[in-house]
């Protein structure tokens, strides 16, 4: 089966550090599954900053690194639906020559968000994995938290260390046995993987 992973949690070689958590967590599904990466890179609103390249040890997964404007301002309301917009163009090649089965997400915002926004219109099954520092640093608002989960209510599942983020979509409704709190990587990989299976019936 194929797995396309979206996230701005990847690295590249002018940044090798980044998203640690993904790869490890990428590394335990690469026998499972064959797995493509488009990359998400925050940019300011008008630039054309580009020429990411993957970190030697990443070129088997074909990385695709996509500027994604970011607006520092009202970035909340308006940077997921940009970043959906950037994330067209190759969701739509990569469905003509890879057709893929699954999406994983990495990231609550814009990532998840963003990834949320193109379900309809590419139909696919997506799982959101938030893991790691920073997973709650978007939800410090009473409406970002209504944002992001009401955005993460489309996801077939969510695997998380964040009981901040488990309580809050218990609060929305969310079944819990579409809710995985993790306790280490090894754990968030498996449940990625029961997660994004095809459900049956």
């Known amino acids: 089966m194929r797995l396309l992973f979206i996230s701005h949690l990847f690295p590249d070689g002018q940044d090798p550090g980044r998203g640690t958590d993904s790869i490890q967590i990428l590394a335990a599904l690469a026998d499972r599954w064959e797995i493509r990466v488009v990359a998400l ?70 990532d998840a968000c963003a990834v949320s926004g193109l379900v309809d219109e590419f139909r696919f099954r997506f799982v959101t994995l938030a893991i790691g520092t920073g997973t709650e640093s978007c939800l410090g608002s009473s409406l970002s938290r209504k944002m992001v989960g009401s955005h993460l209510s489309r996801s077939s599942g969510v695997v998380t260390d964040s009981t901040t983020l488990t309580a809050l979509l218990g609060k929305m409704g969310f079944r819990k046995e579409r809710m995985i709190l993790a306790s280490t990587l090894p754990v968030a990989a498996e449940a990625c993987h029961r997660l994004l299976l095809p459900t049956r019936g």
């Open 41 to 110: 890179r925050p940019v300011p609103f008008g630039s054309r900053k580009g020429g990411w390249h993957p970190r030697a040890a990443d070129v088997g997964l074909h990385p695709e690194f996509v500027a994604t404007p970011t607006l520092p301002i009202f970035g909340a309301s308006w940077n997921h639906r940009l970043a959906a917009r950037s994330l067209r163009q190759p969701l739509d090649r990569l469905r003509r020559d890879w057709p893929f089965d699954a999406v994983l997400c990495s990231g609550l915002h814009p």
